[in-house]
């Protein structure tokens, strides 16, 4: 979803390689859950550069941190949502943002579960993930008002109690609970959340 969290800045081609495999390294390390443990010279030796060329590219834990950003809009799923925010039906929109939501925190999960986890403590991770809440919010805020202009939302429904509906749904810690509590697979927890959106949010469900 659209803003700086997700949206860096492209690096010069000559720099792209190295800067790649930096930010493959912090994946790796978020993703078994050792990033938090990790020196500047453990996340140099995984991706076979100096400590001096980390601290060149990235000057801080939360420029590590940062580097995420630029993975994940390469994500083919992720892609799917920005997609699906400017489809014209409202509907139609809807349904491919829950669903996609549900691919990408399946795509990720490994990744999103070790970040979140870090979030409670680191305070780089910490910012990062607030930073993504809040372009997510922005993102539904736009989709939840162009449901409202077409007509489709529940006559009554207060526009809060709409936006706080469609952040549950596409929560990562919501597709996390429903992965750990139920046998549902990433396809079946988006078309789950998807009906319980339509169910709450919509005036019928067509």
Do not use: W
Not at 3 to 25: C, D, G, L
Not at 132 to 148: C, I, N, Y
């Amino acid at each position: 979803m659209k803003s700086r969290a997700y949206r860096p800045r492209r690096p010069p081609e000559r720099t792209a390689e190295t800067r790649r495999a930096i930010m493959t390294a912090v994946r790796d390390l978020l993703a078994e859950g050792k990033f938090q443990e990790a020196t500047v010279e453990q996340v140099a030796e995984r991706a076979r550069v100096s400590r001096a060329t980390v601290y060149q590219h990235f000057r801080s834990r939360m420029g590590l941190i940062d580097a995420i950003c630029e993975t994940i809009v390469e994500v083919p799923e992720f892609t799917e949502i920005i997609r699906a925010l400017d489809l014209p039906d409202a509907s139609q929109a809807f349904r491919s943002v829950i669903e996609n939501s549900a691919r990408f925190h399946g795509a990720e999960e490994g990744l999103h579960g070790h970040l979140y986890a870090l979030a409670e403590f680191d305070p780089a991770a910490a910012d990062f993930v607030a930073r993504q809440t809040e372009d997510r919010r922005q993102s539904l805020r736009r989709l939840l008002e162009t449901m409202r202009r077409q007509g489709v939302l529940r006559h009554g429904l207060k526009m809060s109690d709409g936006l706080a509906t469609l952040l549950t749904l596409t929560s990562p810690r919501t597709f996390a609970e429903l992965r750990q509590s139920t046998n549902m697979t990433p396809d079946e927890i988006g078309r789950f959340l998807r009906r319980v959106g339509e169910e709450t949010l919509f005036t019928q469900s067509d």
